[in-house]
């Protein structure tokens, strides 16, 4: 990537700030007339690298040092002799995009068989060379990839012709995610010499390119290209704000003192100390990124301008890297996040936190491995060729699977293949990808999966198990029984429990919580399917015994929400004279727990659980508190509520089980099976508070049962 861009706004190049010109390394520029100059002397002596390629070289051999350049030097004469005569609408000749197209790609590392096809990607297109051809002299994984980029070429970016436009990008790129990322470098240099078209052809082009390819950039994981091109965009459609920024860099580049050198010599001084080899860089902010901090932060300082970059050698040197920093600075711990044990859904992978300096200044700080750096600039990129034997793995109808295909890639390709029309695809595509940021959740097997912010228990069903998540009767979030409609958040662990009837149905209500694409269309295309035929949720059809507790029932309920008579062997000593002792059912208190107590109605105190949330209410409420303890006896009474798919047998088998562990059953509900749940609800009379734990642990145990859960009533 050059370091020196054109301002579309004004054709003219923009000055490297001085910032990014004294902490980044210097790459290979773009120097167009040079190239025009280099391609009409024509090819070189036999068998020498033409010049006009040499830095194309130059920079794949960086990467990969033992390539062989000569199917480059092929495909650049073809391209030459192809394209010579054409020119570009700047005036040079057309030989210097397909080359400034394809060292983008070298840069960022990208293996010969993409370069040659981003060589020859206009060939087809605007030259008399056939697809034939490009087989017979490079083979058929170079035809395919040419191919593909000219099935982008051809589409229309009209309003019109858009849902057909982007599906067809889609399934290119799902096939082979090579083919996006020479489309991606192909739009990055037409938008650094957009300048010599007309206003609103600009704007039009930008647009496009700001709602479509950069959120497929950012989803393939290409932050090289996607910053570029965010700012590129910026500069276009939002000039005045553009400035603004330049000025802002400008001024900062102007300071006599840089706080982010200073704690980049003093990381560099904690990490010597600590023998651990690092680079410590300094990161400018891209323009995009500087403007949207300021808008958060308003007045920026020093700091703001950039984060530090540690990069190490080892996975476990990154955490080596983070114990000293956090062990001999200030650490900010809410800014702590670790991409490396669960990595963004586009393969991005590193440590992010940051550092606070006396002055009150904080400066990011993202630790990474020169692998993960490579991988975080290049997305899947860096990854070479997927294929090892194309011709095998080609199905007959063209398509092939790619190894390296981000998941959110293959839930688009499924749903867009299941839309029912085009305006319902295009649609969900367009929100798909508006979304800012993606969080990644985390399956009990350890795998994750991709959802974009905001999605729901439903989405992460659908994300997973595909129309199969039709027969989602709940889900543990963390480790709790969560609802379906339960919004989760990144990091989250989530397990999904399916009922057992095949015949299962998903609920209308569900849409109200889909949030995804895939999602939403699976449940739209079933409710089409069987119209009149959903039913209310589980959540809908909720028993009223889990429902809200009654504070102020009537004694002599032993279900579970309602207040219960101490049972024989578990009094309650209350400090008030005369009272009348219950037990609250909503948390069903049991030796040795914390307890509190409240007067209630008719010289009654009820006792809870010293954390139950009804308690807390009746403190704000203003109930008098009344002093309360466990008596000598460790006898107890209790309300369990336990959740299972329905089967036969089972009240049987959990009796059973109640009874072997001592426990009298005092009454029990049972309500009607929904979407193959059942909801159960026991109270019972146990010998021995201390048998609870084992009791509980023997009914989970129970085949079918999937929680056992002391009953608890909600906080409102």
Known sequence: MSAEATNPATAGPVAPTAPTVARRKSRPRIDLRRLGRAALLGPATRGKLPAAIGHVAEAHRAHHPDADLGPLRRAYLLAESSHRGQMRKSGEPYITHPLAVTLILAQLGAETTTLVASLLHDTVEDTEVTLDQVREQFGEEVRYLVDGVTKLEKVDYGAAAEPETFRKMLVATGNDVRVMSIKLADRLHNMRTLGVMRPEKQARIAK???????????????????????????????????????????????????PLEEIAEEVRAVLREADIPAEVLIRPRHFVSLHRVSRKRGELRGTDFGRLLVLVNEDADCYGVLGELHTCMTPVVSEFKDFIAVPKFNLYQSLHTAVARADGQIAEVLIRTHQMHRTAEAGVIALGNPYTAPEEQAAADGERVDPTRPGWLSRLLDWQRAAPDPDTFWSTLREDLAQDREITVVRPDGGTLGLPEGATCVDAAYAQYGDDAHACIGARVNGRLARLSTVLHDGDTVQLLMGQDPASEPSREWLEHAHTPAARIAIQRWLAAHPGDDTPSAEAQAPAEAQAPAEDAAPGRPTAGAPAEPPPGADVIADMPGAAVRLAGCCTPVPPDDIKGFAVRGGVVTVHRAECAVAERMRERGRTEVGVRWGDSAGCRVTLVAESFGRPHLLADLTEVMALEGAEIISATVAPPTEQRVHHSYTLQLPDAARLPALMRAMRDVPGVYDVNRAQGPAS
């Open 208 to 258: 496009v390119t700001r709602d479509v390819l950069i959120p497929l950039a950012e989803r393939l994981g290409v932050q090289a290209l996607k910053t570029e091109l965010e700012d590129l965009v910026f500069a276009i459609l939002h000039p005045e704000e553009y400035r603004t920024v330049r000025e802002l860099i400008a001024q900062n580049a102007a300071r006599a003192d840089d």
